[in-house]
């Protein structure tokens, strides 16, 4: 209890409080048996030497004597390996996109602000799986790397490291993660307006290496319901693409955004890749549990969508 | 200044108030604002209309509603109006065969004449007097052919209109005895194309009224048939202003005719002196005095003498008005003016065996070669309920109406060409300022 207390103020006290305490007992199982040899809560490939017996089998040659059961040996005068399920740790790294795309709306930053609480929504039921939990803050200011820990204090020191990022500027995610771990697990937060191709093509690439990969999809209230009046659209990463945004382009805008958020969605899991769309305005305790959710079936609707 | 169709102003004013309304909503950049997802929205042109509280193009709003204004105020038709200044009348005064006995038509022009007055003398013909004044009116002088009030009133009209810009108020004055050979169809619309007053004055007699009945003088010897015709024609109407001379025409006679009088040269023996003669003598068989000139048809008949009988024709008549024929065709008897008067030359000879003089057709014949100079036809006097409804002080509204759409093209103000021209003007530097700025948006 008492370290629970102090991930809550290190992540922002009352602001991320109530998102922790939401997040309270979920669970973030691996979508498969991880290969990881530090014991941890999930399934690992290896047997070992845990306490909860599986099977014997026999001793091959090669095997560590240490492991032979030597009471069984003296019984049936035959040498058998005792053999037991092992857990095991997933090292986690959580991707957030923080190109000046998700600096939007401008005055509220709501869309950065939910990415900021999906993230460390994720490092705090990672980390209470014991988890490494570690962050990589991609923008155009560079990138912000929190290498996998799990020690106490990880998801405050992400949720810091998170307050000090301003997303700006235009960055490629893909070559962000390529020194991750393999058969690690990679959470990115993102709204895909980028290099998202390449993202996908790498994440497929880390799925195949047997890591997992989640892809939160992060979509503005703005960009589902543009405004009414008038405007000049400006791209915020590239300000030379410009178009004027009236109401008849409204359907048509509509129609394509809805068509590209369908094909990105269907690519992603194409690949063998979790993919989750959530909206900015949804509390970030319920994406969370979507996204951890998403393990076996894939939520390709918002809830706002749903209703 | 006046406008003559001011509706053409307020037109190019509302015009104009819509061109600053349009330059309000004119196509502009709308405000940028990012959307991330701004890949999604179609390609359209990046201008839009939209509203604004300062007009754009200030230049070119400048020039087009400059544009406008300048076009509408042109047809508009501008008049700078000078100021006017009292009243002035137009003087018609007749001089023509109605007119021409005694001086009360001269005298009554002259007393209604004032100096800035316009001076319009006719007969047939009509014509303004440059710089009038009451010698002017003295000059004129007097004509032997029938007025037209109509060609009178035109030239009056047109010299009323010219004195109208610079006066308060313009009259004519027609200062004729207004007979009824002076009048005819055109004479009432034309006095509907003066929408000002119109005054009649009613001065001097016919010339009808004048003519007493008296025994022209003859001067001839005892036994002349001619003579003895004349005695038996007997008095004729301005028998007293006539002299029938069977010699030669003398300085005295000459003298006695340019004051109005009539003297026939019918000598005895032809040809006379100074006149052109034939080639060879021949007989005409007849001589008719025709009817006077202005007669109608059937009057001229009437009144035309003819008497049959072989006559020896040895000599032509001097050139002049004819006023008998042989039955062939040649002049026989001529008329020339002389002074006021004429000079009627017969180249008749009556021979002086026989009884033709003493016939009846001979009689009425001599009695037509002594009417007084231009004939003796009686100019009839116009009723007044005739004039006042031909010649109203005041034009009827129907006809003004109708002549106002000439008036307004008669006067065509030199501003608006002007203004068409700074129109063009500004068209052409609005055509330069519009590509100047498209291509600094492009």
Known sequence: MRERRSEVEAAGGGSRGALLDALRGVKWPALRTVGGALPGAHHSRLRGAAPELSEYRLYRQGDDPRRVDWRLLARSDRAYIRLAEDRSVVVTT????????????????????????????????????????????????????????????????????????????????????????????????????????????????????????????????????????????????????????????????????????????????????????????????????????AGQGTDLHPRREER | MTFTAPWFAWVAAGVAAA????????????????????????????????RAIRPADLALLALRVLLVLLVGFALAGPVFARQPRGTARVIVMDRSRAASVGATVADSARAAFQPGDALVVFDSLARE????????????????AVGSLSAALVTATRAAERLRRDRDAVEIVVVSPFAQEELDAATAPIRGTWQGPLRLVRAGRLRGDTLAPARPTVRGGSGDPVVA????????????????????????????????????????????????????????????????????APDSARRAATVVAPFVRASLPPPGRVVARWSDGEPAVTESALGAGCVRSVAVAVPGIGDLALTPAFRHFARRLVEPCGGTEVMRP?????????????????????????????????????????????????????????????
């Open chain 2, 19 to 50: 061109t600053i309304a349009l330059h309000l909503l004119a196509w502009r950049r709308p405000p940028p604002s990012p959307l991330p997802t701004v890949r999604f929205a179609p390609e359209r042109p990046v201008r839009m209309v939209s």
């Open chain 1, 94 to 293: 959580l991707v957030v996109d923080a190109t000046a795309s998700m600096a939007y709306p401008p005055r509220t930053l709501r869309k950065w602000r939910t990415a900021c609480d999906v993230v460390v929504g994720l490092a705090a039921v990672a980390h209470a799986s014991r988890d490494p939990v570690g962050l990589l803050a991609v923008g155009g200011n560079g990138v912000r790397q929190l290498p996998p820990r799990a020690r106490r204090g990880v998801v405050g020191e992400v949720a810091r490291a998170l307050d000090a990022v301003t997303p700006s500027g235009a960055a490629a995610m893909a070559g962000a993660f390529a020194g991750a771990a393999v058969r690690s697990r990679i959470a990115i937060v993102s709204d895909f307006l980028g290099d998202a191709d390449a993202l996908r093509r790498r994440a497929g690439e880390v799925a195949a290496a047997g890591g997992e990969v989640h892809a939160v999809h992060i979509v503005a209230d703005e960009e589902l319901d543009p405004p009414g009046r008038s405007i000049l659209a400006v791209d915020p990463e590239d300000a030379s693409v410009s178009r004027p945004f009236v109401t008849e382009s409204r359907a048509e805008y509509l129609s394509r955004f809805g068509a590209w958020r369908e094909q990105l969605a269907a690519a992603w899991r194409a690949e063998g890749l979790s993919y989750t769309l959530a909206v900015a305005s949804e509390p970030g305790a319920r994406i969370v549990r979507r996204v951890v959710g």
């Open chain 2, 229 to 296: 015709t004349l005695a038996l024609v007997g008095a004729v109407p301005g028998g007293a202003a006539a002299r029938v001379v069977r010699d030669s025409l003398t300085a005295a006679d000459r003298a006695w005719a340019s004051v109005g009088r009539l003297v026939v040269v019918w000598p005895v023996t032809t040809p006379a002196p100074g006149w052109p003669r034939r080639s060879a003598a021949d007989t005409a068989f007849a001589v008719t005095a025709i009817g006077p000139a202005g007669q109608p």
């Open chain 2, 129 to 144: 007097i440059s710089r009038p004044s009451p010698d002017s009116i003295v000059a004129a002088g007097t004509a032997s």
């Open chain 2, 382 to 442: 116009a009723g007044d309920s005739v004039l006042t409804a031909l010649l109203p002080s005041r034009p009827s509204a129907s006809t003004a109406s109708a002549t106002r759409p000439e008036r307004a093209r008669a006067t065509t103000p030199r501003l608006a060409v002007w203004l068409l021209a700074l129109a063009l003007a500004a068209g052409l530097a609005e055509m330069l300022v519009r590509r100047g700025a498209s291509n600094a948006a492009a």
